[in-house]
Structure formats: C-alpha cells, structure tokens
C-alpha cells in the first residue's frame, strides 16, 4: 500500500512526539555537546533504550542523547518543534502520524540511504511496516517496531466442543462460538470487541474490502464491509458473542470457567492473561486470526525511526537507525519493552522461534496492513463505532448504517 503524501494523518492507534531543542550552533554548547546526536524517544524513562544506545556510543564513539517524551504530551511537541523548525536528529515516530509530518516537511527522504544498505533495505522488514514509511515512492523512516492482532483461545474449551485447534475460518469461529455459548447462561464463545475502532475494518478487509477506492471514496456501503459487519452481528444476535462490556478483567473471562474463550487483541495480552490467571496454565493458546473469503489480514501499528530535516548530523543520525535496526539490535529491544521486531530477520532468533505464542504474531505481521493514510480517521473511526452501536442496541439495518457512515466519510473527506 502506498500512501500519498498530499494526505495528512491523525490515526488512532498511536502517537508520539518531539520536544523542541535549541539550534545545533547555539555558542553556548561545549565542543563535545554539538556532536552529539539527539534521539527523541517515546515513552516514560529510558530503560528500555539506554543499554543498546550505550552500545552504539561504544562501537562507533558517536555520544548520544536520549530525551525521553510521554505519549500523552507527545503530539503538541511535535507540533512545536514543527512549527519552529528545529528538532532532534533521530525521532521515534508513530507510525499513524507518518503522513501527516511526511507532508509538512519535517522529516529527511531516506530512499538513498535505504536502498543499498544491507540493514535498511525494505524487504528486510514486513510489508505492513514499510507501507507506513512509503510517500509518492520515496521513504521517510525505517520500520523499528511493531504490533499486530491474533486470536486467543482456550484450547481446553475449544477441545470439548469438538475443536482440537483454533478456529481457521470465519465458518469455524462462528460455530466454535455457538458451541461454547451453548454451555450454559452467562457463557459466551467469542467477543466481538465494540471499543475497538479497527475492529471493524479489519473483518471487512479479511471479506475482501479495500475500504478506499484508488480515488479514495469510501467503500463502507458496498457487499464487502456490511455482510462482514452482519457477520459480527450475527453472534451477538445468536448470543455466542456479549453485547455489552461485561465489565470483567481478563482473568475474570478468560480464566476460570472462560466466559469468553475466544478473544482478539495483541501480544501484549499473553503476560497480562499468565498473571491474571495462572489457573489456566496449560489451557490456552494463541493463533492467527480465521480467514474470511480474502484471507486473515489483521491490523499493525508500531513506531518508525525517521532523520528530522532540521539535523546537521544526517548520516550520523541514519547511523543510528542502522544500528537500532539489526537483527540482534531489535531482539534487545524487544527483551527489555515487549515491542515486537519489524525486521524479519529478528524472528529467526531463539527469543521468538523458542516462544511459540510470540511466534504466532511474527507470523500474522506477514498479513497486516496498517489503518488508512488520512487525516480524518480518527473520526471515521468513532463514526462507525456510533454505527455500530447502532446496530447492536437498537436493532438498526446494518446496510443503512453504513449507507450513512459511507455519507458521513464522504462529507468529511470534503473538508
């Protein structure tokens, strides 16, 4: 997929940042100070970073300083350091926002140093991550890390209604979930995440929906996207799915007696569910997503390395991003912050091959494609979750839902 740069972006799942720094000739800097790269680094501390920054600083004597930004500041940063034009040499940036500051000029083409570098190189990387870094053909950033969706199941449930493995298709996860639901009152087989905005739109995807024409009108109304929105209906309507937030953690409804056994989400929910409940060691799993009849395409975001276009210190900086871009480099990183890899070669390392579950989302990432290039997707997004709710609470025709939503999107596109 290739975004154009004419299209600004405000997506959901992600954002990050920059804080403004004074000009790289500021006289009152020391010698050393002025050939330092600087390295905006999302996140709350920089624990995760600071040895395999150390470790660059040891083999190529270049000083780095990380100056660490919290999410939720991130974007007014950004914004700042923009508008007054200056910045650090390397920043970690969200990989929703790419578009957005690819178009205001803040960030360096890197196609040249990309393209004969055996690092940087794109088929490295997985598809999805590199669709999020490509503009009118040439790249802004590098892939750094990654996330995608899987399915999480209790294997034991599963086995008792006749299922040795998780569902593969959309037919399967539908009659798993009945089954399951089948085991009595307030038992459910799958849960049709309603807060997730994605949620959707990745179904739709999966039934063979583009979302997007190539002119970028919205495709929401035709068969694709609603017979994958009443498919999602249809196990709330036969109760195989909640159809509200049952208000439980997920040791609560994955654990225990699995109200819900069958769940999408990412992979940061595997420790959260070892923690949550030890009781079902041994009884869960996780798989890739069912396929639909255009295959299993789940969603990816994650965060992108790119050169600020203020820096002085340009192939300095895109030495950095090499070195944060190996293999071994992006396994570190993933052992000390659970971010998964975006170079494949990473994945062959015996911190994932051992770790079946991880696994599993190395393999999903080489069918995921990240949310559409748009500014306004943000509340397209919201607009269909209204849509949606629609749909489960008071009954509403799903194609006269997204008649609407495909009326709503066109207005906004206008704008």
């Known amino acids: 997929m290739k975004f154009s740069k004419k299209i600004a972006l405000l997506g959901a799942s992600a954002l990050f940042s920059l804080g403004v720094l004074a000009a790289c000739g500021n006289n009152s800097k020391s010698d050393s100070e002025s050939k330092e790269l600087t390295f905006w680094y999302m996140g709350d501390g920089d624990q995760g970073i600071k040895p395999i920054i150390d470790d660059f600083t040891k083999e190529t004597g270049i000083k780095v300083k990380i100056q660490s930004i919290p999410w939720s500041s991130s974007r007014d940063k950004l914004l700042t350091a923009v508008a007054s034009k200056s910045g650090p040499d390397v920043v970690q940036m969200g990989t929703s926002y790419m578009s957005e500051f690819v178009d205001a000029g803040a960030l360096v083409d890197l196609s040249d140093k990309i393209k004969d570098n055996d690092v940087l190189k794109t088929s490295n990387f997985f598809d999805g991550s590199v669709a999020t870094t490509e503009f009118d053909g040439k790249y802004y950033a590098v892939p750094w890390y990654t996330e995608t969706r899987a399915l999480y199941y209790r294997s034991d449930l599963l086995k008792s209604v006749g299922y040795n493995e998780a569902p593969k ?219 949606w709710e629609q749909i489960v609470s008071n009954g509403k025709d799903v194609q006269k839902a997204m008649d609407e939503l495909n009326t709503e999107t066109e207005t906004l596109l206008k704008k």
């Open 169 to 387: 298709t959309w037919e399967e996860l539908a009659d798993a979930a009945k089954k399951l639901a089948a085991r009595g009152e307030g038992k459910y087989g799958f849960n049709v995440d309603a807060a997730e905005p994605t949620f959707g739109f990745m179904f739709a995807r999966q039934n063979g929906s583009e979302l997007f024409s190539k002119k970028n009108e919205p495709l929401f109304n035709k068969p694709a996207m609603v017979d994958a929105v009443k498919y999602l209906d249809s196990m709330i309507k036969d109760g195989s799915a909640p159809s509200t937030n049952l208000g439980l953690d997920i040791g609560q409804s994955f654990g225990g007696e699995g109200i819900v056994p069958m769940f999408i989400s990412g992979p940061w929910m595997i420790n959260s569910i070892k923690d949550a409940a030890p009781d079902i060691d041994g009884k869960w799993n996780v798989a890739e997503l069912p396929s639909g009849k255009d295959g299993n395409t789940s969603i990816t975001g994650g965060a992108n390395l790119a050169v600020f276009s203020s820096s002085k210190k340009q192939d300095d900086a895109v030495k950095l991003i090499e070195f944060l871009s190996k293999p071994d480099n992006q396994t570190k990183f993933f052992e000390s912050t659970n971010s998964l890899p975006t170079n494949k070669d990473a994945w062959k390392n015996d911190t994932f091959t051992s770790n079946k579950m991880i696994s599993v989302f190395g393999k999903q990432l080489e069918n995921s494609q990240p949310v559409p290039a748009l500014k306004q997707w943000d509340e397209i997004a919201q607009n269909y979750l209204k849509q």
